[in-house]
């Protein structure tokens, strides 16, 4: 027998399709397309490679270490897209599209790329989405609700749920704390896992092991530095200037003595509390206790003397969809992303035996200054993992 | 009938550790005198080949050699593709090493990652990078991605190159140590959490050859005894 080479193998986690999935696919995918071109979502795309540094820029260390990064034969690192979003407000941003007088509502369809560890996730899955720039009232939170629930409702699927909750909730709460920005990072991050697999020691065991608890501060004391609080920054200041540059020699490497100086400064201003971060992580978990109605979420705050815009803007914002039937009040849903501001929502799929989200979306003002773009008018969106819902409609 | 090739370092500690090894395990390695880097095992169907640390990974996938020893830390930097070659014993109990990250000692504020990524974004906000020499930019990268540090540059070195700061092309290395003396001798100090990879020699071979069920036991005569009857 002839000699041949071994055959390739296609790469794990990814997948062939045959007619029959591709035909699934398209027609979910032309089903919400079409949906999002009836409310006046005009279609936008882009490139499925990226530079590197647009996906960093936009997205907290956890989307990183699942990028496709690579170099391109010009020595560029670049990476394959791990959603749209970042893409869009590029593309905008630098055709001028993205300005604080003029509103813009696009949609968007393709593969997108993430590097799961786990064998259960496709490394390659089709997204369709839509993003909303230009409004920063709950109205606008409110359409995208009733954007995501039309798009259900368009689909044919009875078993999803859409779960609502609020970052600034979160954050008016946290805000009753003497916390600096990147501990309550950390909490909001974490709470999504708060209270399910996780208590009130295991959150206190991860954040010790990130070193949010007790970062190193022994240098104080090897430089003889007096003032340590945050009370009289100047004294500091001028104290490590002297005793930095008596005490710190060659090699520096690109860092200057002053580089040096600031972050120092920042750490101590940043300096975590134990007892400020238990006694706010018990506040979280009490809040996620709850049973998710804006009454007792209410009371909550009354309680504790917490005056919350945040809660009547979640109120004002679920007051506002118009056909609530799918949409469920959750406060744990936080979306794992530094990036969101605001409302967030989770697409959820149930029926007996399976629980998997399909989709979610919400508000992220803050990520076209981000990326670099003057823009101050409020962004929002939403996508679908449309490979899990075509594999839903086969079932169905 | 085909032999089995078994590879192994040629020269430094690792070398010496392997011979050791497999003497302890009384399997006697017979070098032919003329030929410096070719030898076999006397009373069974293996050819010993004598390679750089370096190149084994890359022989072994590429079927220049069926069963390799090998520093774990260099097996996975240098793979390229995770289903061709497999690790048989993980530890061999010799070779032991670190792969660490390590910063200039005037970083004073700098004990922990989580102080590097805020320093990498403090650099980057200069038009700046951090650089960081190292041999190992596969393992390196990995690991500061999964510690959320995202901005950085990887400088190739090779040799002695903990004096990278002091000469001024890098700012931080990520090097082997055993005892970290050299690192502390070029006023560099290692980050409490920045213990890359903690490597030992191993046993690696091809996944073909790798009989279902192979128990891994330290019993490398039964081990090399077990693929010779399941593949030769």
Known sequence: MEKLPQPIQILKQFLDRDQNSVNLVKESSDLVQNFLDSCGYISIDTPIVERTDLFIRKASGDISSQLYTFEDPEGISVSLRPDFTASVIRSLGNSGLLNDEDSIKVRYSGPVFRFFSDDSSLRQFNQVGAEFFGSKSNKADSELIELANGSIRELGLDSLEIRVGHIGVLSDLLSHFNLPSRAKLFLINEFSLVGKSYGLEQILNKAKNQNLLNGNFNFLDELQISSKKTNDLEKLNQELTTKLENKIENPLGSRSIQDIRERIIEKIISRTSFKDFSEATQSLLGLMELDGSLENIKKYFKKRNINSSEVEKLEEIIDGVSEKDKVVIDLNVTRNLAYYTGMVFDIFYNNSDDSLIIGGGGRYDELPKNLGYQYNSGALGFAFNIDLVSEIMGKE | ?232
Not at chain 2, 31 to 38: A, F, G, L, V
Not at chain 2, 61 to 87: A, F, P, Q
Not at chain 2, 96 to 110: F, G, I, Q, T
């Open chain 2, 1 to 232: 009938m085909n032999k089995l090739r078994l590879l192994l370092p040629s020269e430094g500690a690792l070398s010496e550790g392997a011979l050791n090894l497999l003497e302890k395990n009384n399997i006697s390695v017979i070098k032919e005198k003329s030929r410096k880097y070719i030898g076999y095992i006397k009373g069974m169907n293996v050819d010993v080949l004598f390679q750089r640390s370096s190149d084994i990974t890359e022989e072994v996938e590429s079927g220049n050699g069926d069963l390799g020893i090998v520093g774990l830390d260099r097996y996975y930097e240098y793979r390229k593709n995770s289903e061709s070659t497999g690790v048989i014993i993980q530890n061999l109990g010799f070779g032991d090493a670190k792969l660490v990250l390590a910063c200039p000692n005037s970083w004073l504020d700098v004990s922990y990652l989580s102080d590097l990524s805020d320093v990498a974004i403090q650099l980057r906000n200069k038009g700046l990078d951090l650089r960081i020499a190292t041999k190992y930019p596969k393992l390196v990268r990995n690991f500061l991605k999964q510690a959320g540090v995202n901005y950085f540059v990887l400088v190739s070195a090779s040799g002695g190159f903990e004096a990278a700061p002091i000469l001024g092309y890098a700012d931080m290395i990520a090097d082997i140590t055993v005892t970290g003396t050299t690192i502390r001798d070029n006023d560099l100090k290692i980050l409490k959490d920045g213990i890359v990879f903690e490597s030992q020699a191993s046993l690696i071979g091809k996944k073909t050859l790798i009989p279902e069920g192979l128990i891994a036991s330290q019993d490398l005569k039964k081990i090399i005894n077990e693929i010779l009857n399941y593949k030769f």
